[in-house]
């Protein structure tokens, strides 16, 4: 398997965040990268290195696994810490030589990211005659018979679920926008 780049760092930095149950937030993988463009680090943890991202998708790895709404899994085969890096010691002493820098950033909670989305993703399939969208990174699913339906039924769904609430709290710019891949059924079905 050939693995780019970006790759190894989105899974080494997984690895080191995740939890007892090797569960990670993929907003907690953009703080650990901080020179890394946020979209292409979400992007590399949803979309290609999720092993269940939607089946339009041209590349997918073998990497995590969506268990449930902003909640990935590391898949058992790469399970691993990354190796503990080596403690620099002050020559003179022999004890350990301060830090230069923290290598992964402190959540800031209740404040905006720099690098905050601006947008909210959204897939829609279509099942027995009705058509269904789950947001991706909020906790917000409808059904609807058409697809003008489940679009305004989505945006009601979406700005009920935003009311009252700090967009910057669930890592979101001010106005998100709703950006939608449609799921269609296999060709011949």
Known sequence: MSWDPIQKRVLAAAQRL???????????????????????VRTE????C???????????????RRVGRGRYRIEPQFR???????????????????????AETAPAYGH???????????????SEGWYVAECLEIAVVTQA?????????LREAVALHLEGEDPARLGLSRS?????????????A
């Open 18 to 40: 995740c939890d007892e149950a090797w569960t990670f937030r993929p907003v907690d993988v953009v703080r650990a990268l901080p020179g890394e463009n946020p979209r292409t």
């Open 45 to 48: 943890v949803t979309s290609r």
């Open 50 to 64: 999720c092993v269940d991202a939607p089946e339009h998708h041209a590349r997918r790895w073998p990497y995590f």
């Open 80 to 102: 691993q810490r990354p190796p503990a890096p080596a403690i620099a010691r002050d020559g003179r002493t022999g004890r350990p030589a301060p830090a230069a820098q923290v």
């Open 112 to 126: 905006a990211l720099p690098d905050a989305r601006d947008a909210i993703h959204g897939v829609v399939i279509e």
């Open 145 to 153: 018979r058409s697809l003008d339906a489940l679009m305004v039924g």
């Open 176 to 188: 998100p926008r709703l950006l939608i891949s449609y799921e269609a059924p296999p060709v011949g």
